[in-house]
């Protein structure tokens, strides 16, 4: 018998087997069962988070728009929330997005971070990652792959009926890939419920970026092909199933469990973020050494002011002065807070740097970097809705202060606005990032799981070479 022949009777007869094994049935209806639970879950928590964004939304508007008759000035500190919208994509992976505040207080002199962590809402100090389908695919597929999958080779080596395969005609390079196509078989069984009702979910949740959507799927396809090389790998170089499920469960611990969070941790060390309180202590510091439009810099400002609209009295100015100062007052602290965070964003970006390294240990992590870009659930969009945040503060504050600049006359700060202006003021609206940004920004990530493809590759084909010198 040829062998191109003898490889298809062989994916048969472990597909046999599987089916067979009632426990391996089980266990695949269960973890669907739990699979689709986690879309349902996820599919209710990005609903219900868009319902109360929408509600919070309105309520502001409301209270900002019937603050009634007062300065421009006071309303500037009575201030306005920002909130982060949750795209459909949200549903299939988190992202950072339990760690990271979703509301940001918009309010003048003053930069804030954003608030209202899910993650401060945990019952417990213990978090193992939000339920999801990029949870089950990540973290509990991979386990259960390698134990279906462990005596795949081992087992027909134990039992000798590996002996009898290639005295029938079948030589490794052809029976490893049988094997292999058998478990991807079993792989897909278990995968595909998950990914239907997960891209389905994020339909009826939105309108999707289809693109997004194909590429995450592709993306989480491709790795069920490494775990299913993985384990055929293991399985070729163990002598008994025992052993090669022993060293599977132990990869999986280090790859899945260790390697993620110990390069989140060295990260941190190498390149540790500055403490809440050190970092608004040096803003501070920053703002009271800098230009004082009511203070120490106030004649100076009052001159420079005069010399622009050509007038030698205060009290000739076609503008109210004090809504000069203030906006002056805001170009200095916009200025201190553009420096600050720069800063912290280079610190954030040398974490992300470092731990783009645990992926030479690890085809998780640059694949989680790739799912949460994809998703729009990674730290770039989050940033990105801080930075409109602020943007959108700063508009705000500006047309307060450009009102009372135009509108105060001699009155000052006793001048009021009335609700025109209020009105006048735009909601917040953000933009998430264009995919083509996303996938500009995981190209390292999609280098190290070709490098991980092409590694596995090689070394099947050692393998493969190897069993048949030895002659099994």
Request: proline share 4%.
């Amino acid at each position: 018998m040829k062998a191109v022949s003898i490889s298809a009777p062989i994916a048969g007869k472990d597909w046999l087997e599987f089916r067979r094994d009632r426990r391996l049935v089980i266990m695949a209806l269960l973890v669907t069962l739990l699979a689709l639970t986690a879309v349902l879950t996820a599919w209710t928590r990005v609903t219900t988070y868009e319902t109360d964004r929408q509600a919070v939304m309105a309520q502001d508007r409301q209270t900002w728009n019937g603050q009634g008759a007062r300065n421009p000035h006071s309303a500037a500190h009575f201030g306005f929330w920002a909130m982060r919208p949750l795209g459909p994509m949200a549903l299939l992976d988190p992202g950072v997005t339990p760690h990271a505040g979703a509301m940001v207080w918009m309010e003048a002199h003053n930069r804030n971070t954003a608030q209202a962590r899910p993650t401060d809402d945990l019952a417990t100090g213990l978090d193992l990652g939000s339920f999801s389908a990029a949870w089950v695919l990540q973290l509990l597929m991979p386990l259960l792959i390698f134990i279906i999958g462990a005596g795949l080779v081992a087992r027909e080596r134990e039992a000798g009926t590996l002996r009898l395969m290639l005295a029938s005609g079948a030589d490794m390079q052809r029976l490893l890939p049988a094997k292999a196509g058998a478990l991807a078989r079993i792989a897909a069984l278990l995968a595909l419920p998950l990914l239907g009702a997960a891209a389905a979910a994020v339909v009826l949740a939105g309108v999707p970026d289809l693109v997004a959507l194909g590429l995450w799927l592709l993306a989480h396809g491709l790795w069920f092909g490494l775990l299913v090389g993985v384990t055929i790998l293991v399985s070729a170089a163990c002598r008994t199933a025992a052993q090669a499920r022993l060293l599977l469960v132990g990869l999986w611990l280090v790859a899945v469990l260790l390697v993620p969070r110990a390069g989140a941790g060295l990260a941190g060390i190498l390149a540790p973020a500055p403490d809440p309180v050190a970092f608004a202590r040096g803003i501070e510091t920053q703002m009271k050494s800098g230009h004082d439009a009511f203070g120490k810099d106030a004649k100076a400002f009052e001159a420079e002011v005069m010399a622009r609209y050509k007038v030698s009295r205060l009290e000739d100015l076609p503008v109210n002065i004090d809504g000069l100062r203030l906006e002056a007052a805001e170009a200095h602290g916009n200025a201190v807070f553009d420096r600050a965070w720069a800063d912290l964003d280079a610190t954030y970006d040398r974490q992300r740097g470092i731990m783009r390294l645990a992926g030479l240990l690890s085809p998780l992590v640059p694949l989680q970097n790739i799912s949460m870009a994809l998703a729009g659930t990674d730290g770039a969009q989050q940033m990105a809705f801080q930075s409109q945040a602020e943007a959108h503060r700063r508009r705000i504050i500006t047309a307060l202060n450009m009102d009372m600049t135009n509108k105060a006359g001699a009155a000052g700060f006793d001048y009021k606005a009335d609700d025109g202006l209020w009105k006048a003021i735009p909601d917040f609206r953000f933009r998430t990032l264009p995919l083509s940004v996303a996938l500009r920004a995981t190209l390292p990530d999609l280098a190290l799981l070709a490098l991980w493809c092409a590694g596995l590759l090689l070394l099947m084909r050692r393998a493969a070479h190897r069993m048949s010198a030895e002659a099994v």
